[in-house]
């Protein structure tokens, strides 16, 4: 007698998949069509060289050893880095905090000020690189009014335009906006918090700090972690701010990564350089995440 | 969420009513109405008009003979929509070229003409691919030049060859300077795009201060560079410069490269010819005047973080002397400067050479291949090219191409010190134009000297280091 | 073990004091932060209104005169309307597009078996890991193939693609928490499978289909590098895209600058104050499923 073979759990037929993949199809084509296609594309686009118009002429990684060997790369790629660093702590700081104080604490009007916090959030870059270039400008600038009133004229400077503060400055206009997403995502977090766990603490004896220290840390850690995670990754996309408010100068100070594969593209007509920069770009992000989400479980253990 | 959508529509009808109130008073605005005109044939007419011309700096009044050009209005063509790119960024400037446009519109009733400003960037990102894909314009007034000018798009097929219509229709004879070959050189001969205007770049001047401390325009570079000194001792900052844009800056530069430089040099790096270095005497004793500049205080406070509208609006305010640019601000300055506003071109710092300042002429009309409105294209370029517009551009502070048999009275001191300027010094080049990568590299190898990151020999190794790459892919 | 009473007291008083301390030290750092946030847009208002001479001179203090006709000229000027119009253009097909297409897939990968379900859906997570812009390249020439650079639809679809993989992610993870007893007594009564999505699943979804629908309109509206790269044509342009070239052509005006920038940025405000739970729901949500 032949042995019946047991059907796996999980196994559908081909055939009753059908209305399933009626149902993703929409979706799915539009996804290939004008998101993976690309991504594929851009794999191919980095082999080539091509100005745009015109025959692509295959050249192999050439595009990807003139990159290791441009000096803008580098710089670019060190800005990124140094803005994921800053990242990490800054508008991630700002966020706990905030977060903490909306509701933790006693405070009135916690709605309101909610509304405020999160308001930069919902600004297009364009809005809030126009705000910021003008806060910095060297002459009527609120900064440095703001200095020159106080009469700390020396501590006046023209913060866009000296390479030390350039990039810090761009930085904190960034902040400005991406604290807000931290924020929020910590205050759901925190309200997740069994209050009971409070509770008790406070029968113990626990002061706020050792409550902060033992009940509320580590059960944002998972939150946290996702917010670390996606910050590094926004570090390294940063495009609106730096490309509209600086355009990567002076002197390349603020240049970074998706920027320079804008220019590579677009204005120095070099569509396969870029596309190699932007795929580089894209690894780059992947790669940190792993060692990120690495470290995370190394630290965790 | 109701009760949201309800909050939401009473704000957006409160932001309404304040929008309705916050209305400018309206401007008043001419209604073009086309109209059926009988108008008769006519061609030149032989006007005696009474003219002011200055004769070495004395106006005298005089009876001249004035050409004047009347264009009749010519057989009426089917109704046709004639597609134009304009590159500009200029507000002022747009408003004219659809005011000329609809006038030109009028003459030929059933078309209608559309004109779509474009940024420089947007331009060269588009116009090739456009060309190439015919979906653009039907007529474009473009970036002139070899790589990513009109020449590059000749070469690839894509434009109407003009020299014959040009020809036929007097356009080689309408320019006091050589400007419709100057965008040709390379290609020796064929007329593939044609400029109506020019710029330069040259010293724009606060006229008033200058009268209070009894300073003249410099003839040598020695009285210029006294001038700033005095200037300077005197307190005031002799120059604005918004370095934080890049190519503000650059205008210093490159001018002082044509007051040090041989014309036949920066040509060759305009058209990416091998045999030039920017590591070359003359560019770095460019760039070590610029960086003696800095060093002795004659720019704004923090350049470095100042942008091209900083430049401007500290120079309009009075906060700085002197202002190196284009001529395209011709009208803003005339227009928002509580002061008379003057012009003269950098003196030449090597005597040996031929004095250039960066007279160019400007941006350059052309017919893409595909259009169906050909013959329509080249009228409307033919319109652009009239006197009638010429005097248009004359009378918004702009120096037309055209050649007047007598030149109009100057709309301000500005224009009359602009045209003479152009025609006391030689034509320049705007020779980075061609190579994006060291045009870029120029810009921040500049910036970099200002901020006493490079010595003036290291910021031009770092330009021809881009400069070389490029002429060597040209070859 | 219990202290005595009269210590209790003494306690509870330092506590009552301690707290009140606590909640005005808390207080006056979030008055604070406040201002951190908000005196930028007081001062762009500000400066909106001023006159260009007042500028340089009283760059920091309240306008000396109100010049509320720079909106009205920034609005005429810059083309306002036109891009406002385009924005809405792009944004509502986008939007609805994420909403029916995320509805049905999710409901899919939620409710249904299928043959390739995870590998299917890892592939769709490919589009949370890589973000949008470094395709942008790419995209601009593939558009420009189809012929659809300078329309609106190279906003929309490219848009609609990169927000799916999130609005899946989010309303399957909604869905799946759908108790199954519902679904279970629907199909006993003889629903079919459509009828289970929009009688029984959708409805539930609302409250995610709420943030979903805010969070694809505030990304959409505030785009700016795929309508920077794939529109040159000021007459398509969306409005962050019109703002920033605004600024290029008014840069020396700075009232009017301003001007503009005001007006571009109160719409997306109001549209937040009033739906801000929405706006929010819809980003923790996605971050934290």
Redo the contacts between chains.
Sequence with gaps: MQAIKPKRA?????L??I???L??A???L??A???????V??GY?SLVEWE?LGPKIFVGLENYQELLGDSRFWLAFQHNMGWMFAAIFVPTAMGLF?AL??VR?????RLI???????????????V????R??YNP????IN??LR?MGLDYLARGWLGDKLTALPALFIAWS?IHYG?CM??F???LQAIDETYYDAAKVDGAN?LQQLWYITLPFIRR?LA??IL?TI?SAF?V??LVF?ITRGGPARATLVL?VF??DS??RYEK?GY??AV??T??VV??VV?LIYMRLRVRLEA | ?RS??R??SV??LL?AIL?A?????PEVVEKVVTKEVEVEKVVTQIVQETVIVEVEGTPQVVEKEVEVIVTATPEPIEEANLEVWYLS???EEIQLVEELSSAFAQRHPGVTVTI????FD??N??IK?ALD?G?GPDVAYVSPGAGAGHVSYAQAGHLVELTEVATERGWDQRHPIDSIMYWQKELGGPIWGVPYDITNVGVFYNKDLFNELDLKPPQTFEEFETLLATLKDAGYTPFSTGALDGWPFDHYFMILVHATTPIDKIEALNYLQPGVSLSEDSFVEAATILKDWIDKGYFNDNFLAA???DQ??LF??GETAMNIGGTWNNA?FVQ?ADFEVGFFPLPRVNPDIEWHSMVTPNNVWIVPKYTEYQDLAIDYIDYMLSGEVARALWDTGDIPTFAFATVPEATSGLQADVYKAGLDTGIGYYYTNNMPEAMEAEWSALQMMAAGDLTPEEAMEMIEEYHAEAVAEAQ | MEPPSGHLDETSAHQALT?RV??GV??L??LF??L??????A??IF?AVKSRRE??RN??GIPAEWH??????A???GHFDRYFLNSIYVVIPTVL?IL???T??A???SQ??????NL?FA??L??L???????????F??L?NM?L?NTHWALI??Q???I??FG?LLLRSFMEDVPGEILDSAKIDGCS?FGLLFHIVVPLSRPAL?SLLVFSF?WT??Q??LPV?LI????MRT???G???F??????N?PL??A??TI?????????????RQ??KG??AG??K
């Design positions: 999980n196994s559908v037929s081909w009753d998949s209305p399933a993949y149902f993703i929409p979706a799915f539009l996804f069509i004008f998101f993976l296609r690309p991504l594309q851009l686009l745009g905030l104080l909306l604490s006693s405070i009135h009007g000020f909610r509304t405020i916090y999160f308001l930069p959030q919902v600004l297009s870059s364009v809005v690189s126009v705000i910021w003008w806060i002459n009527y600038g609120a009014s703001i009133a400005w997403f929020v995502i205050i759901a977090a706020p939150p996702t917010v996606i990754i996309q495009f609106d509209i998706s594969m804008y593209a677009f569509v870029g596309a932007g795929l770009l894209g992000i992947f995440s | 969420m949201q959508v909050t939401l704000l957006i932001v929008a109130c916050a209305q400018p008073t960024q200029s507000p779509s400003p474009y940024g947007d331009m990102k588009t691919l894909s979906t942008s091209y509208q401007n609006n309009i305010t803003t928002q | 707290k606590g909640r808390a207080t750092s979030a932060f406040s951190f946030v908000l005196i930028p847009f001062w762009v400066t500028v340089p760059p920091l509320w006709g720079n909106f009205g000229e609005w005429r000027v597009i029916v297409f995320s049905l897939a409901f899919a990968f249904l078996r299928f043959k390739g379900k299917l592939i769709l490919i589009g890991a890589v973000p949008l812009d470094i395709l942008i390249i790419p995209l020439y593939d420009l012929g650079v679809l490219p609609s693609a990169a799916l993989p899946i499978t709420a505030m509206w505030n700016f590098l790269v040159q044509d000021d007459r409005l962050p895209v703002l920033n070239y600024q290029g052509r008014y840069s020396t700075i600058l301003m503009g920038a571009s940025f109160i719409p997306i405000v109001l549209v937040y104050v009033v739906f801000q706006f929010i980003i923790t971050a934290l």
